[in-house]
């Protein structure tokens, strides 16, 4: 399956991780795309770190296990950096997708002799705009579509507008702030 993308998540109990790597999921199923898309917990509790994966192809996919040589890493919280190896099996080809504002020398130091490339996006600061509480899954996931080229800007956000009427039917209100997000952090990921 040479047109497979696998992608490992790695967040805190809370954060939306797993939903985020669900969300990927089904907007990539609604592009006629085969998906997976499921999360691996540890000690199940708010903050405690935990792993989500997706795989994403366009021909059917019959592996079923976790991902061990991921093509991209989103990692949505920047603390996890010193306690978790997340550049472990990441295909150089590949890349990471980062929640911070650290530095690009604390970043080359902490992720060690990872060769691949990096990306950054600050989705506290995006998530605090745009919904006025920090949730830091909406703009991961929009960072990690543009990053990984898995379906157009406007379709991506024709999908989520959709996705959200459906998941918020009951607070309406949220709506907007999350298209706001996603809008926002397509524009402002960036490689360093």
């Keep these: 399956m040479d047109n497979l993308i696998e992608i490992r998540w790695h967040g805190r109990g809370g954060q939306g991780a797993k939903t985020a790597s669900l969300l990927l999921a089904d907007a990539a199923f609604n592009t006629g795309k085969y998906i997976q898309g499921f999360p691996e917990y540890g000690p199940e509790r708010m903050g405690a770190p935990i792993t989500a994966y997706n795989r994403i192809s366009t021909t059917p996919i019959t592996i079923h296990s976790n991902i061990y040589e991921p093509d ?44 691949g490339s990096i990306y950054t996006i600050d989705a506290r600061s995006i998530s605090l705009e745009a919904l006025g509480k920090y949730f830091p899954n909406t703009p991961m996931l929009a960072a990690i579509v543009k990053v990984a080229h898995i379906m157009e800007d406007d379709e991506f956000l024709k999908d989520m507008e959709g ?13 907007d702030g999350n298209m706001k997000a996603i809008e926002l952090a397509l524009k402002q990921v960036k490689k360093i």
Excluded: Q
Aim: net charge positive.
């Design 72 to 115: 991209y890493v989103v990692v949505v919280d920047d603390t996890l950096l010193e306690s978790v190896n997340v550049t472990s099996g990441l295909k150089e080809t590949g890349a990471i997708v980062i929640n911070t504002t650290k530095s690009e020398e604390y970043l080359k130091r902490v992720l060690g002799d990872y060769k």
């Design 163 to 175: 996705s959200f009427k459906h998941k918020f039917a009951k607070k309406p209100e949220v709506i």
